[in-house]
Structure formats: C-alpha cells, structure tokens
C-alpha cells in the first residue's frame, strides 16, 4: 500500500492496481482480499477512496473544470464524482471547492509572509467546511 501512498498524484485506475499488484509480485485477486482483509473495505472502495482523495487535491485548483476533475482523478464523469462526493462527504464537490478555498483565503489572511502553510486531516477539513 506504500506504493499507491507514494503516487497518489497520478491518474488511479484498475490498471494502475494491476500495475500495483505486479510490481509487490502479487495477483490482483490476492491484492483485492489483502485490501478487504487488512483495511476492512473491498478493493472497489479503496479505489473509490483513493480517487476521491485525488479529486479533492484536484479541486483547489480554481481554473480546473469539474469535468477535468473527474477525469483526472479516475471517475468517469462529473456525475459520478457528484455522487461519490455525497455519499462521502456530504456536500457536492462544488461546494468542497468553494468552502475549502474560502477557508484557505481566511487562513492566508491572519498570517504573515514567513508564516508555514497549515494542513489538515480530512476530518478537521470537513469539520471546518461544515461549520461554514
């Protein structure tokens, strides 16, 4: 799983876990129960994850269309990353993107040049986005 971590910038599809599961000399049926076994989800929702994960990166790119977005990060339409947001976020990847880079024009606000840059977990993000 060090391998997907360490590349999680690029365009994450089956053949790149096909590609995965070679490179750890493994086939994808053994990677797809070590994935269920290991980390409690089947191997579609990894993959379902580890796109969204991209998407959200993608995102906080303003001059990125939603349609780029999506076919960046592995889904195969607008619609489907809309739905895949819902259901893991709550809010539509419009309104991630709206909320997310209202909150980092705030942060920039109050700091001064020499300031660090401030990441958050997915779960101190979405909890701030939902407070908006």
Do not use: W
Not at 24 to 37: P, Q
Not at 108 to 130: I, M
């Amino acid at each position: 799983m060090a391998y997907s971590s360490q590349n999680s910038d690029i365009f994450v599809t089956l053949s790149f876990m096909q590609d995965l599961a070679r490179k750890e000399g493994l086939t994808l049926n053994y990677l797809s129960a070590f994935v269920k076994e290991n980390l409690n989800m089947t191997f579609q929702e990894y993959l379902a994850g580890l796109r969204l994960n991209q998407a959200k990166k993608l995102l906080l790119s303003e001059d990125k269309s939603l349609l780029t977005v999506s076919l960046e990060s592995g889904f195969s339409d607008p619609r489907y990353l809309t739905r895949a947001f819902l259901a893991q976020m709550g809010i539509t990847p419009c309104e991630y993107r709206k909320r997310r880079l209202r909150l980092l024009e705030e942060d920039n606000s109050h700091r001064s040049p020499a300031s660090s840059e401030r990441f958050y977990s997915d779960q101190e993000a979405l909890r701030r986005l939902v407070q908006k």
